[in-house]
């Protein structure tokens, strides 16, 4: 008997509001345009540059983003 295939697993990366604003720190540096955002400080964040952030670097990138 053939097996079925694994149904697809949930995505492990939240989503985020486009619009919303975040309260974000990174795991490593990452940039974007001619900014360098470091994991060492806080960023404010709008939820599009999340997106953006994770499409280029991965999800591992953002340590924490809480929705303001």
Known sequence: MAKKPAAPAASATPAYDADATYDVRLT?????????????????????????IVEQEGHDAIASADRR
Do not use: C, Q
């Not at 974007?32 to 964040?45: A, C, I, V």
């Open 28 to 52: 490593r540096v990452v940039k974007r345009g001619p900014m360098t955002y470091l994991p060492r400080l806080d960023h404010e964040m709008r939820g599009a540059m999340l997106i953006r």
